[in-house]
């Protein structure tokens, strides 16, 4: 495999017209980060997918084709971009909770917990009755069994993942559900007629996604990509939070670039209203919450489609919206758990225990995935009229990156040097402060990708467009 093969089929998968292929370009040292996983390639080729089709918009628009190229190892910066986040010339303090992490069970079996956010730490201390302490978690995990465990957590609401392996999870009922699914899905879910894209290449400073408003309803890593990506072909983006909903800050500042920001409560009857008003005048819906748990206030894709026609809904989830776990909650790292790739990786590096990929791989290709994916349905909207649905989740990308041949841990490996992450990043002033980030790797002769809006605290923005 390469950035190149794995770029022509995913643009063969999505239809895109092949003569603009021709002007993409790969650029930079192929070197991948140390991995047997082909973790270089998605991510230039995911990145690259989007702004050729950002690119191929443009041109729908009435601008000229353009050259995109692509430097693989800012790719790999990119797919790292929350690690070099600096304010005021400082590295962010480490966002992992301290007992988050690999556990040994009673059976010899491994586990991983996520208790980033404060209610799934609280809630895992509560469910094994011992002290907030690594030792103390370690002790009373020693006396369960590790798929027990798993499913008391899981059962809870809670956030932990067994480590399987690839040949466990084949086996699985979920993963059998994931395999059946294409790589992300795009379906028509109402009738509306055809809303073209008008014609903007000769307005000053217009972008490909110039005049579109998208609502970002989603936290952490994978969806907030989406966004962010879209935000920097020129999408009108506006996040939406809630005070009661926890957020880690590093994150909040890197995938905020480029959007507003506001906040409302869905529980209450005002921010339902509210979020209903928006949706009159909104583009693209996108959220990550669990399957399921939108609809119960209201906004199911099915119910947007009827009330706001021409609507393009998107939905990232974890598992995936078919099979037993389908509202099971996740994280990347425990899709990496449960899905056999923490094994491998840790097998390979020769590891007592589980390794896992040397960055965040699924939540930014699955972001990056689903931006792409939005875009295809932007044009299927424009020439064929309609509502739509776009899905994506953590394990789909998981199943492609794990379809993939494998390669030795160090085969054309490197880490990356401090020159090359100096080089990936751009400074700006912020209400946070100076802050130093990963810039947009895209390099579009016509249309520069950048952030138009420093990332600002929460609810900053009314709840208006």
């Known amino acids: 495999m390469s950035a190149t093969s794995t770029l022509h089929a995913l643009w063969k998968f999505a239809g895109g017209h092949p003569d603009f292929l021709r002007h993409l370009q790969f650029t930079g040292a192929s070197a991948q980060l140390p991995s047997v996983f082909q973790v270089g390639d998605i991510a230039s080729a995911s990145i690259a997918a989007q702004a050729l089709m950002a690119a191929q918009i443009w041109h729908q628009r009435g601008g000229a084709v353009q050259q995109v190229c692509i430097d693989q190892r800012h790719a790999l910066a990119m797919f790292r971009s929350e690690r070099y986040l600096r304010l005021d010339g400082q590295a962010q303090a480490d966002p992992w909770s301290p007992i988050a992490g690999y556990y040994q069970c009673g059976d010899g079996r491994w586990i991983q917990l996520h208790t980033n956010f404060p209610h799934h730490r609280d809630g895992v201390l509560k469910l094994l009755q011992c002290a907030d302490d690594r030792a103390a978690v370690a002790q009373a995990i020693s006396g369960w069994q590790a798929a027990e465990l798993e499913s008391q957590l899981a059962q809870a609401g809670m956030c932990a993942s067994m480590i399987r392996t690839p040949q466990e999870w084949q086996a699985h009922a979920q993963a059998r559900a994931i395999a059946a699914l294409p790589l992300f899905e795009i379906e028509r879910i109402g009738d509306a007629p055809p809303r073209p894209f008008s014609d903007i290449c000769t307005t000053q400073n217009a972008r490909p996604l110039s005049g579109l408003k998208v609502l970002d309803l989603s936290r952490v890593i994978a969806a907030p990509v989406a966004a962010r990506c879209l935000a920097q072909h020129g999408a009108d983006v506006l996040a939406i939070s809630a005070a009661h909903l926890p957020n880690i800050m590093p994150l909040l500042i890197d995938t905020g670039r480029g959007k507003r920001s506001a906040q409302l409560d869905l529980r209450e009857d005002s921010g339902r209203a509210q979020l209903h008003h928006l949706l009159r005048d909104t583009d693209v819906f996108l959220q990550a919450y669990r399957p399921g748990a939108l609809s119960a206030q209201g906004f199911s894709a099915q119910e947007m489609a009827q009330q ?8 990232l989830s974890a598992y995936g ?3 037993p776990w389908a509202e099971r909650r996740g994280f990347d790292s425990l899709v990496q758990s449960a899905s056999g790739i923490a094994f491998e990786e840790g097998q390979v590096a020769g590891l007592a225990g589980p390794g896992k990929l040397p960055c965040q791989a699924l939540d930014h290709a699955t972001g990056y995935l689903a931006a792409f994916a939005t875009m295809l349905a932007l044009q299927k909207r424009a ?3 309609g509502s ?10 998981g199943h492609w990156l794990q379809s993939m041949a494998r390669r030795g841990l160090h085969e054309n490996a490197a880490e990356l040097s401090p020159a090359e992450i100096a080089a990936s990043l751009q400074v700006s002033n912020s209400a946070y402060g100076q802050i130093s980030a990963v810039s947009p790797v ?3 002769s016509a249309t520069p990708a950048y952030f138009d809006k420093p990332p600002v605290p929460l609810g900053t923005h009314s709840a208006q467009w």
């Open 442 to 444: 895209e390099q579009m």
């Open 321 to 323: 919206h078919v099979g």
């Open 308 to 315: 706001y026609p021409g609507i393009i809904h998107v939905s």
């Open 383 to 385: 020439q064929e009229g």
């Open 388 to 397: 739509w649905q776009v899905r994506v989740s953590l394990a789909q990308t």
